[in-house]
Nanobody, 119 residues
Framework: QVHLVESGGGLVQAGGSLRLSCAAS????????MGWFRQAPGKEREFVAR????????TYADSVKGRATIFRDNARNTVYLQMNNLKPEDTAVYSC????????????WGQGTQVTVSS
């Protein structure tokens, strides 16, 4: 059974930084692409970032490009999202997801971690 557990969220002032982590179990982690998504209150879930199985390629939403870095440690079965220069509009529940390498769908999701950015 695939299990994803996010951590690292919290309350931070605008301009600050956070590093989110997503620990995966129940799968051969290095075979799968990983993504980060977020959902703010009253809004639909939106894509934040994606990393390929090998970690060799990353994709970012325009809203976080230049402020976010997704990276993974396949030895630790963990994917990270480093967020810098946080803005109040980054406030959301951040969730990680896992999907087949080479495809854009995601099959498993974590419960999420709350990020709140105060102005």
């Amino acid at each position: 059974q695939v299990h994803l557990v996010e951590s690292g969220g919290g309350l931070v002032q605008a301009g600050g930084s956070l590093r989110l982590s997503c620990a995966a179990s129940g799968l051969t982690f290095r075979w799968y692409a990983m993504g980060w998504f977020r959902q703010a209150p009253g809004k639909e879930r939106e894509f934040v970032a994606r990393i390929t199985a090998s970690g060799g390629s990353t994709t970012y939403a325009d809203s976080v490009k230049g402020r976010a870095t997704i990276f993974r440690d396949n030895a630790r079965n963990t994917v990270y999202l480093q967020m810098n220069n946080l803005k109040p509009e980054d406030t959301a529940v951040y969730s990680c997801a896992v999907g087949p390498s080479g495809e854009t769908r995601y099959d498993y999701w974590g419960q999420g971690t709350q990020v709140t950015v105060s102005s």
